[in-house]
Every structure is written in structure tokens, then in C-alpha cells.
């Protein structure tokens, strides 16, 4: 008897099963695909990580990251007209964004200026294992 198994190719093959409905031999051991490496986030980094990229997950707070991350900085004064927001929510998000560490605050007289946490957003690609966001001559990331 055969199944069809949908390998890393994206291919359709055939593998030989017994009667019971298992593979008659251990495809990891034949060398078909190369074996896994264990997770290198500890659960703790894990919490962490899941907590920052919540922070993230909201289109607000994406349209204000990627405001600031063109801009290079950011009046709070200026983000509302831009995002189509009231102030009080602007500031909700920019408040949880800095909670985050993703936006740094700084006061300025009055106004709430705001920029990237380069180093935090680093740390987000390594834990991803993605290479650092940076261009040849950009200090970004």
C-alpha cells in the first residue's frame, strides 16, 4: 500500500506504508530532509518576543512605526492629521509602542517626539534568525 506525502519539494511522491497505515522505514534516518534544529528562544525570550510583535500587530501602530521609521522622528503633533486619528488615540498607541521598546520618546518643550529603537528592532531579526534590516550606507538596524 501506498500514501502520498507532500515533501519539501512540493511534489506528490509515494512512500510504502504497512498494513497499519505506517511508513515501513524512517524517512529522517534515510537522509531525505536534514534534521531540525531545537527552538534557540527560551520561553521566557519566547514571552517577551510574543509581547513586542503584539505591540506590532495593529495597523494604527504599523502606520505610526512605519511613519517614524521614514521619517527618521516624529512630533506627536503631527501624527493624528497624518494617520486620520483622534490625538487621545494617537497617544494610546505611541504609549504602548514605547512600552514596547519599539519607539523611543523623547519630550521636547511641549511635544512628545518619537524614534525607532534601532537596537530592539535588531533583536526582533535576530530571534527571527532574518539578517539585519541595514543598508550598505544606512546606519538603520
Known amino acids: 500500500m501506498f500514501v502520498d506525502q507532500y515533501w519539501q519539494t512540493g511534489t506528490m511522491t509515494s512512500a510504502p506504508v504497512s498494513e497499519t ?3 515501513d522505514h524512517d524517512p529522517v534516518q534515510e537522509g531525505c530532509c536534514p534534521p531540525l534544529l531545537g527552538p534557540t528562544l527560551t520561553d521566557d525570550e519566547s514571552a517577551t518576543l510574543a509581547g513586542v510583535l503584539k505591540a506590532l500587530a495593529d495597523p494604527v501602530r504599523l502606520k505610526l512605526v512605519n511613519l517614524v521609521a521614514i521619517s527618521g522622528e516624529c512630533c506627536a503633533c503631527d501624527l493624528p492629521e497624518l494617520v486620520g486619528r483622534s490625538q487621545p488615540t494617537i497617544s494610546h498607541h ?7 521598546g519599539i519607539l523611543v520618546r523623547e519630550q521636547r518643550g511641549k511635544w512628545a517626539w518619537f524614534r525607532l529603537d534601532r537596537s530592539r528592532l535588531q533583536a526582533i531579526c535576530s530571534a527571527l534568525g ?3 534590516l541595514d543598508a550598505p550606507d544606512s546606519d538603520c538596524c
Open 130 to 132: 532574518t539578517p539585519a
Open 94 to 100: 505611541l504609549s504602548i509602542l514605547v512600552k514596547a
Open 21 to 23: 497505515g505506517s511508513l
